[in-house]
């Protein structure tokens, strides 16, 4: 008996031995990743700070292989949803081109980690007065006079409008899954995508009986009307009782959904994207495993609720289709499938618009796959806009 417990004891012991070491192994090779995305190249800049912007510290990346390269502004989605943790290696594909600022905006990413109890009101006028002195810092920390300002979703309809007001600080702007500002057409549209889900979980197989049931009695209708009406102002006459039954399905399934609608216009970044997503987490250089986590799944967004129902509320601040002289070069690069910003009528804007150049491009799949699929990013940009300019 003694024999045995000695020898399941030794077998133990070489168990944790064997796990001790993999656990080593892993976080030397991701040490040695991340020291690797942290070399500066010669001639070129790698560095993070944090700059003082309307009483916030906010977070930026600046990487570029040759310093003398044009500046590349990038502005993230959401609002809110900064994704700098894993974008910078899609980014770092431009590294050649531009000098790469890489913005956590107000109160989400490493901003949000560093100002967790700013309480401040987060209105369009604030956000606007954020980028105009952000750009301000960056071009008088990297001595330039212009720079290209490169923006997706959120970021597109905040990028096209600082190009509108400020084009004496744009080289040119570039808007992938362009917005063309928020009015009571756009926000229906941008909320059929949770219409083209509904109907996809009514037909679903793998619901059990309750959920099935439950996805029959989503009313189609009233779940667009209801979704549009809270996006405008607010608030809706229309019930939530469809809104909270797919919800609640969704709550359940949402993996499984995200994989299914891929071609219906919800784009999967793990099924899309040509980057590992994973090794680019692990190796960020930027954050710790730990602040990855608690950007991706635990602050609050709905400080930005506010903001939110300012920016879908009609009004001639938010929608562009009445601006269509801009001073600087304008290019669209957008997806086939976008359920949230319509290409359709961003290509109808975009043949509107006087600029001294412009150019339009196309990428199949949803919303966001205008910077998953990164290869056909960057050819755009090479052909398009370099190429061009």
């Known amino acids: 008996m003694k024999k045995y417990i000695f020898d399941a004891l030794k077998l133990l012991k070489w168990i944790a031995i064997v796990l001790a070491s993999l656990v080593v192994l892993f976080l030397a090779v991701v040490y040695i990743g991340k020291g690797i995305r942290r070399i500066t190249p010669k001639g070129g800049i790698n560095e993070t700070s944090y700059v003082e912007v309307n009483g916030q510290e906010m977070w ?3 990487y570029g292989k040759d310093i003398n390269n044009p500046i590349l502004l990038y502005l993230h989605g959401g609002p809110g949803y900064a994704t700098s943790y894993v974008d910078y290696a899609i980014l770092d594909k431009l590294a050649d081109d531009y000098t790469i600022v890489n913005w956590d905006q107000r109160s989400c990413g490493k901003t949000w980690l560093k100002n967790k109890d700013d309480n401040t009101e987060i209105t369009l006028d604030l956000m606007r007065s954020d980028i105009d002195v952000m750009t301000y810092y960056i071009l008088e920390y990297l001595g330039k006079d212009k720079l290209t300002i490169m923006g997706i979703s959120w970021g597109s309809f905040y990028g096209i409008d600082f190009a509108y007001t400020h084009p004496e600080k744009v080289e040119c702007y570039i808007g992938l899954s362009q917005t063309v500002g928020y009015y009571e057409e756009s926000s229906r ?7 083209e889900i509904a109907k996809y979980l009514k037909t679903a197989d793998y619901l059990s009986d309750e959920e099935h049931e439950l996805a029959l009695q989503i009313d189609l209708e009233e779940l667009e ?3 549009a009406d809270t996006a405008v102002s607010g608030t809706s006459a229309y019930s939530s009782k469809s809104k909270d039954a797919l919800f609640k399905i969704l709550k359940v399934h949402m993996k499984r ?4 609608m891929n071609d219906y216009g919800i784009a999967d970044p793990f099924r899309e994207c040509d980057i590992n997503i994973i090794t680019s987490v692990l190796f960020c250089p930027y954050y710790t495993l730990w602040e990855t986590y608690q950007v991706y799944k635990v ?3 709905s400080i930005y609720d506010g903001l939110s129902v300012e920016t879908f509320s ?4 938010n929608s562009f289709l009445d601006r269509t002289e801009y001073q600087c070069p304008i290019y669209f690069f957008l997806a086939e499938n976008d359920l949230s910003c319509d290409p359709k009528m961003a290509e109808l804007y975009f043949e509107s618009i006087n600029a001294p150049d412009k150019g339009l491009g196309y990428t199949t799949g949803g919303h966001e796959c ?3 699929h990164s290869e056909d990013l960057v050819n755009f940009i090479h052909q398009t806009v370099l190429g061009n300019n």
């Not at 549209?189 to 219409?195: C, E, G, N």
């Not at 959904?257 to 299914?260: A, C, G, M, Y």
């Not at 009609?314 to 601040?317: S, V, Y």
């Open 314 to 317: 009609p009004g001639e601040d």
């Open 257 to 260: 959904v995200l994989h299914d």
């Open 370 to 372: 205008t910077m998953y």
């Open 299 to 301: 602050y609050d967004d």
């Open 60 to 62: 930026i990346s600046i």
């Open 189 to 195: 549209y941008s909320m059929s995508q949770w219409v």
């Open 225 to 227: 009307n209801y979704m």
